[in-house]
């Protein structure tokens, strides 16, 4: 792994902001939580959003629609037919993995099985003979000899012969880890997560399908048993888009919305993830924050091009570094089925360019779907427009919509990689030391300052209770920290992305002054104790 991500993840447990989900039972793949620093960190991302989006517009209005939704919506949106990738198993080494994310070889490419150690090596050159009735050279943990002959074909070739001694069908690609061309046919797996909802017993349905229908084939017994659980499944959303299409309506009428207008919504996503990977990159179970923004056909355009440019603004604003957030055009052939354009807000990570949101014309495809499969008409009716068809006042027409789709988990990973800073400082003993701090905007930083007696004794903590209750009191979130040297507690704080501490000392009793830290560059000022809220207030633009 990167080395960057690698100090991320582990910063990111040390300090108690994401942790492996159920890490005591030896974990759960790509499932993860939000520690006490976490969670805040990402409320704070969500609800900066949440108040540009929402409460600095007037076109935009608000929802928390429910997770599980009528199964027939699933049907409408598309996701039960196409939301899936195809899936292959290598018939080798037991890898299950995404067909278009393997790496693909050109006509004549060497394919070299690449094996953890020579024990493996042997082990698999065995199953190859035993499977396929061809011995692989071995040269220590490689297994040689084959060759990809035309797109469909690859072959086992003898030292410096040209002819194959025998020949295979080719999928195009390899598995991804050991490189093995020997893998199973492509299937379609749905990534939509799969439950029922009541007390349904479709364990009792099967026992009878089955006892019934003894003779039938694989193929047949899979689609009749497929029947049964689908006709009474639900599912977890893979989106929270669908929401805000099926209360367009009720959302219109009852908030008197004129178009252009738009919905937004945040909160959990599932995805049965074929490949997880990059830490919280790609999770099975995420957070999105997305926005339905519905406009007068003809003028998508124009909407997408504001959107793109307000967003990208938006994830700048909170970064250290603007120049790693760029944006991005889809090219036709990856444009989704519903969408006539899109651009991907991409973010460099250490391991490239990839995407963080995704800004989608998604013309009319989605009300037109969910009026045609439910019978409500989701259009709209604007009186102040000439109907040229009729030419009387007044045109209905189904919206077109643009989409702002972000994931809130992964602009977490962002901003922790953002923040990540690592620098050279002296030590109270003069010595050049390695000081981590995490430079979080101060709207996003989880705790925003830390409140530090210097002793635990001579009235001191007493002082400091006070402070941080007058802080608490106006809802800024404050640590009291005692524990440990005051040098120790500074590097905590600029781990945990504290912007300030203040340190109540001696001289607080005599004068009531105390010592304001600065995150960024350690520079110290003291200040009255009973100014403290005001300046803090002022420093982090709060109020
Ligand atoms: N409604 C459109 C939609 O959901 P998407 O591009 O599939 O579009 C939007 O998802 C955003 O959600 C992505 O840009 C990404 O930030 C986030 N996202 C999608 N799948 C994710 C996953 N498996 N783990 C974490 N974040 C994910």
């Known amino acids: 792994m990167n080395n960057k991500m690698e100090k991320i993840i582990s910063l990111a447990k040390q300090r108690g902001f994401v942790f492996q989900s159920s890490e005591i039972y030896g974990g759960l793949k790509s499932a993860y ?66 067909a278009d994310k393997a790496p693909n070889l050109e ?36 297994l040689e000899g084959l060759r990809v002959i035309n797109n469909t074909t690859f072959g086992f070739f003898e030292n410096e012969s040209d002819k194959a001694l025998k020949t295979f069908n080719f999928n195009g690609y390899v598995s991804p880890t050991i490189g093995s061309p020997f893998l199973s046919e492509e299937r379609q797996f749905n990534l939509m997560f799969r439950s029922q909802l009541g007390p349904v017993d479709s364990i009792g349905d099967i026992i009878s399908f089955v006892k019934k229908n003894k003779d039938l084939n694989s193929k047949k017994l899979r689609e009749g048993l497929e029947k049964i659980i689908k006709d009474t499944a639900v599912y977890l959303r893979p989106e929270t888009a669908q929401a805000m299409f099926v209360q367009f309506l009720n959302c219109q009428q009852t908030m008197s ?18 490949t997880t990977e990059h830490f919280i990159f790609r999770s099975c179970e995420f957070e999105q924050m997305e926005m339905e923004f519905f406009v007068e056909p003809g003028t998508q355009k124009k909407w997408l091009n504001y959107w793109r440019d307000k967003r990208l603004e938006w994830w700048k604003y909170y970064s250290n570094d603007p120049s790693k957030f760029i944006y991005r055009s889809h090219k036709k052939d990856e444009l989704a089925h519903y969408a006539d354009a899109c651009y991907d807000i991409e973010y460099e990570y250490p391991w490239g360019y990839d995407e963080l949101e995704g800004i989608a014309s998604r013309t009319n495809y989605d009300l037109k779907k969910h009026s045609e499969y439910s019978g409500a008409k989701l259009s709209y009716f604007d009186p102040q ?11 209905r027409y189904t919206p077109y919509v643009i989409e702002p789709a972000a994931g809130a988990t992964r602009g977490l990973l962002v901003y922790l990689l953002d923040a990540y800073h690592e620098e050279i400082v002296k030590d109270a003993k003069g010595n050049d030391t390695l000081r981590k701090v995490m430079k979080f905007h101060p709207k996003l930083a989880p705790i925003k300052a830390a409140i530090l007696p210097l002793v635990k004794k001579e009235g001191l903590p007493e002082i400091a209770r006070k ?17 440990h040297a005051i040098g120790k507690r500074y590097r905590r704080h600029d781990e945990a ?47």
């Open 467 to 483: 402070i941080v209750s007058n802080f608490t009191k106006s809802g800024i979130n404050v640590k009291y920290d005692e524990q």
């Open 257 to 274: 919305m004129k178009i252009p207008f738009g919905i937004a919504q945040m909160g959990k996503s599932f995805r049965n993830e074929i």
């Open 497 to 543: 992305g504290t912007p300030y501490c203040l340190t109540i000392d001696g001289k607080t009793k005599e004068d009531g002054s105390i010592t304001i830290r600065d995150r960024n560059t350690m520079i110290q000022e003291r200040i009255p104790a009973d100014k403290a809220l005001e300046i803090i207030k002022k420093k982090l633009n709060l109020f």
């Open 33 to 98: 939580d939000y520690g006490p620093l976490g969670v805040e960190l990402k409320r704070n991302i969500m609800n900066e959003w949440w108040r540009s989006m929402v409460y600095e517009r007037e076109d935009i209005v608000g929802i928390d629609a429910s997770i599980i939704m009528h199964p027939k919506v699933w049907n409408a949106s598309g996701h039960l037919s196409g939301f899936s990738d195809p899936l292959v198993d290598c018939l080798i080494s037991k890898e299950r993995f995404r």
């Open 385 to 395: 427009k000439v109907d040229k068809k009729t030419g009387r006042n007044g045109l």
């Open 107 to 142: 006509i004549n490419d060497e394919i070299i099985i690449k094996c953890s150690d020579k024990g493996q090596a042997k082990q698999y050159q065995k199953d190859i003979n035993n499977l396929f009735g061809i011995l692989l050279r071995r040269n220590g943990k490689y």
